[in-house]
């Protein structure tokens, strides 16, 4: 990493998301059910990620603040609900997690959602923020359309690839 001349706590998160991301992909290309790696960038400044394919992964958020009761979001009328057993990640718009962290529906405790099911939305627009490594990611829509269903709770981990959302 070319991080030498910024000081602890200002390296940014972009570097550090494409290398979860790689070592993503190197545990599936691999057939690998889990994976460690420390990195150690100065005394005060360390990134370690476990990555495991088996089992619920663990993920602890240092400092983040309880998430409020989050409001029960009702599908709008007409809507017909999804079968238990059906795989949100073979459904047409679905939204999946680019990294691993976690999900907040709402900017801040207390606040709106960014987007409730129903809502029309445009490419680009926030649906909601993953916190990685004390790091809030927005997480844009990937087209235009309405949200039809949304699969994660607000405060839940998710995992690199996780269904977050259908966006049709």
Do not use: C, W
Not at 24 to 35: M, V, Y
Not at 59 to 71: H, K, N, R, S
Not at 110 to 137: R, Y
């Amino acid at each position: 990493m070319s991080d030498e001349n910024t000081p602890s706590g200002a390296r940014s998160g972009t570097d550090d998301v494409a290398f979860i991301q790689a070592l993503a992909e190197l545990l599936n290309r691999n057939e690998l059910t889990e994976l460690s790696v420390k990195r150690e960038y100065s005394e005060n400044d360390r990134l370690t990620v476990s990555l495991s394919k088996q089992g619920k992964a663990v993920i602890q958020t240092v400092a983040a603040p309880a998430p409020a009761a989050a409001p029960a979001i009702a599908a709008p009328a007409g809507s017909v609900p999804a079968a238990a057993n059906d795989d949100p990640a073979s459904l047409p718009g679905i939204v999946t997690s680019p990294m691993v962290g976690t999900a907040y529906l709402s900017p801040e405790p207390g606040a709106p959602a960014f987007v409730t099911i129903g809502k029309q939305i445009k490419e680009g627009e926030t649906l909601m923020i993953v916190e990685a490594m004390k790091t809030m990611n927005h997480i844009p829509s990937p087209r235009s359309g309405t949200v039809k269903r949304i699969l994660v709770d607000d405060g839940s981990p998710v995992e690199f690839g996780a269904p977050l959302m259908v966006v049709e």
